[in-house]
């Protein structure tokens, strides 16, 4: 299969359970909305060693905003719903509520999973919070130094996917970086999904396990250009970097529609000679996402 | 005390004791090594509940990088070099190993205190690594699928100061934000201190303690001018909004250069009514910054 | 009438016709895009002294684009269709045709004016340009050192309004800026309109004609807060800045929906007290916005 | 001539000889003084057909400008005095004037010669502006509805040289355009030069004549990628896109200064092939900058 001459490899991309929470949040300015969201994604680019995994979905109009102000949704995600409410209280409350002119929304509130994340940050009011009816959502309004910061009682979460991938593998490094920045933008259109990696991606694609006990990731040699001399690296020579991009989103049809359109923004950089994807023989969890399937 | 007109009251911000270590950035555009530094501090702006607090110091010039590549100097700061050592450890490889083009330096080569991160980091490379010199260090090569991945084997930290801080008070929201921003701006030119807070500034200053036992730290009422009507509040009625600036640094010095610069460059913005600091009376910690002496 | 607790001053803004043509410019990513409207866009803030009125529009989801690729709208504007023609193809040739990666397509495909620019700039090719059928638009491509450029034959353009306006009035600079700010922000979400000045804002509001007969515009010394002590300033002592938010558009439908966008987004910064608009009493255009009528 | 694995072809830039102003702008933040400085220096990238060359020389610290805010130095360039007086008169009082909350300083304050804009700019004031000493440099305050503008009275300017530059040549066009952004971002840290075409970059770099009368400069076929099938292209497979970088200075040192920056910086980035330059062999002007020498 080619796209715009591009090889796209028959393989899959293997993804794993996750539970996301969805999170929106309204500023100023959307530059003010970014600043928030930047911190409270930041540290999170897998649960390896990050605390969650986290990063910034879309930009929101105003007109979809409950308060008429530009916002971010963002997305946090853990393994399990008890460790996810604590990163919700913890960012929130350290990144969001300390950010200027924030104020924080439920960005799945037909969830049937729903955290009281604002009922709890209410109570850095110290008596002086309100509950509250403020854009048809039941909000607490804490009295901080700058105002008054408004934040949903509730915040939903679901049963999500992490790990939705795939590489980009190119002549060369730069290649390969604007064809992954270009896939990024693309995805940043999309609803439902982030790429949690910085700047949305990966320089240092992982296999599972590794000749160190200690470690439960290492480098993926098989694909690593200046192990071509070994023998050690399997990719032919007219490839010399690959960038992975990670996707993780609330359902599986959102990673499928964000590794579309990610791929087909990647295939049309010069230098892009090969999209393939990250798998590691059913090791790693049940979503499995071909790649000839979904752009077929 | 006036600076352009903006009253500066006779008090003082009180700091704590805290670990600061201290990493330089490089990748192939700055805008590169900004997508890596902000990742690796992100969700960092408070021990209270992040795992670190952490920021972006400044912009390297290439003619100050060990390899000729822009770069920013980050800081990560905890309460113990054990605990800061795992930051380190965690946030240097899960965000900066993992962003593209980057390469990692010591940025506190003279320390006495040196973690060796990077000697620790270089077995992601799974047999692969290489001890090498480069650019005059010390640094393990790792192979990643972008290419080589260089961090240097020994991270230096020191004992420096968290809570260094003063208010900005103002008009209305906007005039203490901008001003807010104007002092971060400053500050980001200066060496050896980060503002950790989200885009630098705080929106909900805190005092320590709370009604409620479960909360080590609640809104500061006293400052809220919303509660100006309950008569909780303090503040005149001239001022009706105030941003904290929090700054860490690597010395005493330091943090009083980065607030002078800070506060003067907030006393420039039109609405400014005063600034002032936060302190606890001593609960929090020995090291007393008092603003007179400051901009004496 | 009152917006958010904001007086909206029962006034008019007065525009004028002038020639608007409306161009795509598409790119590797969304920044190089930008690049290249900002220098095409760049000196025209006003046809008194600039070679034409340019500016953003918004930017184009890849799903709108002709190439899949991710854009941004331009708008240029002249008094007469002549010189219209002149800054698109000096505009385009010198500004666009050189950016990185970009392609150029026609924003206004259905418009009865039609400019042969890409056509014309198609010279550049020196007789190795070739014309063709490309994404269903005729255009023609140009060999040059990075690539190929494309442009589209044609260029559309329409009999629009500049000079739709309104004015932030508030307690102080700070607050008109962030305002200003918010209001930009949310003229960018509209289609069909742009805001010509530095950031979208005018800093310097002016009256037709002066006291010098050299000088066609100058300063509004009604609305100026440092003349306040002199009598010379009508405005309250409460009003201490106020920016200007200056629209062109391709249709009179365009300008009010961005003049109601802008100012609602105005009106929630705090310390903003009133919204008024700029007229001379009929002697610049014809085209009257009443602000009641519009935000009614 | 080897750097860092890429050829430096032995061959020179040929610049001409032009009038260079330089304008240092201020505001509250930096980035209001970038917004300000990108809007006039806008449609400047070549004077064959834009109205000048203009372009942002580097950001200014606190501790260098008049009066304490974060600045930037911007160029503006024509042929002669005469025009370049137009310039500034045009693009200072259409861009910045206009800009929120910009000052306007004298760039070259020990120039021989001297312009006096500011005093030219005074009367928008319509008889309220004021001359004065502001900062120790001779200004006039415009009142403006959002405050005062302040600009110096005398802006200098000097003999310069326009059309330093280099190319870049790489085997795809992601690799010769990360380069570039690169090589701009070093130069950016030089003083006294800019790069006025989009983002620094030119795409399309030209010869001068071609087979149409009416065009004076055409696509340089000889360099074209999309040429090689045709024979015309003179460049070896291995080159399939190539940037060039355009430098404009206040002398001789300062672009040799940013081409070897710029140059060092680009041959850092894999996937660069080649490095040459732009000449025409004396047609176009007498300044001569050998690589080889500059690098040497």
């Known amino acids: ?36 969201a930047r911190e409270a994604t930041g540290f999170g680019t897998s649960v390896i060693m990050c605390p969650a995994e986290a990063g910034i979905e879309r930009l929101a109009r105003r007109a979809e905003t409950p308060d008429g102000r530009p ?28 950010a200027p002119t924030t104020a924080v929304f439920n960005g799945l509130p037909e969830a049937e999973k729903q955290f009281d994340t604002g009922a709890k940050l209410k109570f850095f009011g ?25 934040v949903e009682e ?46 949305g991606v990966v320089a240092s694609g992982s296999k599972v396990g590794s000749r160190y006990k200690f470690l439960k990731a290492s480098t993926n040699e098989r694909f690593c250009p200046t192990l071509q001399d070994e023998g050690v690296c399997i990719l032919p020579p007219s490839i010399r970097a690959s ?11 959102a990673i499928e529609r964000s590794m579309r359109s990610g791929i087909m923004a990647a295939c049309k950089v010069p230098g892009v000679v090969k999209i393939s994807a990250g798998n590691f023989e059913g090791k ?13």
């Not at 110290?126 to 105002?147: L, T």
């Not at 270009?182 to 999904?193: F, K, L, N, P, Q």
């Not at 790693?284 to 077929?296: A, C, N, V, Y």
């Open 154 to 199: 509730k915040m939903g979460a679901v049963d999500g996917i992490a790990g939705g991938n795939f590489y980009i593998m190119a002549e060369n490094q730069a290649a390969a970086l604007m064809a992954a920045e270009a896939a990024v933008d693309a995805i940043r259109e999309e609803e439902g999904t982030i790429t949690p990696f910085p700047g």
């Open 243 to 253: 960038y992975e991009v990670v996707i993780n989103g609330v359902s599986r049809e």
């Open 71 to 98: 916002g971010v949704y963002i997305q946090i995600c853990n393994m399990s719903f008890k460790n996810l409410e604590a990163s919700l209280l913890a960012r929130i409350g350290q990144c969001v509520l300390t």
């Open 1 to 36: 299969m080619e796209i715009s001459g591009v090889e796209i490899e028959d393989t899959f991309a293997e993804g794993f359970p996750i539970k996301v929470a969805r999170v929106l949040i309204t500023a100023i300015t959307e530059r003010w909305a970014m600043e928030a």
């Open 126 to 150: 110290d008596g002086f919070q309100k509950e509250m009816a403020y854009c048809d959502r039941g909000v607490c309004s804490i009295p901080v130094m700058s105002g008054d910061f408004i």
């Open 284 to 296: 790693l969890g049940p979503h499995l996402f071909k790649l000839h399937e979904i752009l077929g």
